[in-house]
């Protein structure tokens, strides 16, 4: 018996001129609301009506390199989704900072757009902090499912036992790692993560109402990777098909490392393009991943996005995965 299972997909767009961002004062219209919401105002056209929202694993590991050393450190997820709130009717994932000057408000407020603090600006007649809401850039890029060579039978993960049973709910543990061209421009470890937590969010949001089974991603980690060693490419341009591979032996070996995860999933600062049968180059390979590679030594795929503008945000891929036996609370 096969599940079909939701991973990543391409979002095909037009890539027409943004328009110009919409400079907004965000302010609480109740602390918590009868159902525990926090209601906040945006504009005339959107209010928000956020709720807790949890993406971060209980504990959540780091690799990145210190003093020519890789390092592993371990954070409580619960510290990390502290801030963290979603209007699932809004498509919206934002964490919300409350300070003594204010409320700061930064992620997506819809699937379209994102917002930020204007920390510079001057405030509002009432003391509001300004915020920006930007147009989420749209390309016109494409995504490949590259199947899983024949020769190199897939080890199915330890975990994975095969059955008939198909459970209401999975859960896919996903491991994120950062390449140096994307967390560069974050000035802090812990923005980087803010800003993939909002990503993972934002897929769940989604796909909240998929159901037979229902899917959540839970992030378990991140990686700042500095060398990386799998590229095949220029210091601006990746060959996707040739990196994934790869990529899939990096994140085999490193799969103890990572904690064991369902998926490693690659997030990159470079242009990623597929080399045609032809041999000619084409750009625009916005994502690709191995068909059926979930739980299996296969179990990575890869993806641009453009640091802190959160366009690496992808629709769903259905990939096929052999159905565990007993699938409570893991894909594997």
Known sequence: ????????????????????????????????????????HLHDKLTLNLRKASVAARNFRVLEHEDGREVTRFFDGRDLDRNLHEDEKQFATVHVTRTDDGVEVE???????????????????????????????????VDIEKAIPVKGDS????????????????IVEIFMVSDWMHHRHFNTTIQLIYYICVMINSVNIRYADTKQPTVKFLLTGVEKDRFSTY???????????????NFRVYAYR??????????????????TYSIDKDGTKTMGLLGIAFVGGLCTDHFV??????????????????????TPQYMKSSAC
């Open 155 to 170: 080890t199915v993960n330890e975990r994975a036992n095969v059955g008939q049973y198909v459970p209401t709910e999975v």
């Open 107 to 141: 992620g997506v407020v819809g699937p379209h757009h994102r917002i930020e603090p204007m920390r510079t600006m001057e405030r509002s007649e009432n003391g509001l902090i300004p915020h920006m809401i930007h147009e989420i850039e749209k390309k016109e890029l």
């Open 1 to 40: 018996m096969m599940l079909r299972i939701i991973i990543f997909s391409a979002l095909v767009m037009s890539s027409r001129g943004l328009p110009q961002p919409r400079l907004v004062y965000p302010r609480l219209l109740e602390e918590r609301a009868a159902d525990g919401r926090m209601v906040m």
């Open 301 to 322: 795929g890869l993806g641009e996005d453009t640091a802190g503008f959160y366009n690496g945000m992808h629709t769903p891929r259905t990939q096929t995965l052999p």
């Open 231 to 245: 590229k095949k490419g220029t210091s601006t341009q990746m060959d996707g098909s040739v990196t994934l591979e």
């Open 254 to 271: 490193k799969r103890g490392e990572y904690g064991d995860p369902d998926m490693v999933f690659l997030v990159t600062g470079l242009d």
